[in-house]
């Protein structure tokens, strides 16, 4: 099995900055992508940012030039450090993580989130 562990999150004024944890583990072989998506309450999922193992890397738009994300293969984590945040980026942070596993399968796998509060 695997598990997929968020941390970072918190309550930060507008303008700050906070840098978000996602690390997978357990029955990983590789991963091949990490995404980050955002739940803010009475909205959608919102895609955030995504990149692959080959370094590919896409940005939704309201984060975009803001956000960055990056990924540690030999750790199996991404992390996403986000500047001049906003209180429209105040929502629970997820993280998915496409995992090959040491089965030889690959999957996707959800963390349980962190929370994120900007305050004007």
């Known amino acids: 099995q695997v598990q997929v562990v968020e941390s970072g999150g918190g309550l930060v004024q507008a303008g700050e900055s906070l840098r978000l944890s996602c690390k997978a583990s357990g029955s990983v072989y590789s991963i091949f992508a990490m995404d980050w998506y955002r739940e803010a309450p009475g909205n959608q999922r919102e895609f955030v940012a995504q990149i692959t193992s080959r370094g590919r890397i896409n940005y939704g738009t309201s984060v975009k030039g803001r956000f960055t994300i990056t990924l540690d293969n030999a750790q199996n984590a991404a992390y996403l450090q986000m500047n001049n945040l906003k209180p429209e980026d105040t929502a629970n942070y997820l993280c998915?993580?496409?995992?090959?596993?040491?089965?030889?399968?690959?999957?996707?796998?959800w963390g349980q989130g962190t929370r994120v509060t900007v305050s004007p």
């Open positions: 998915k993580a496409g995992v090959v596993q040491t089965s030889g399968h690959g999957t996707d796998f």
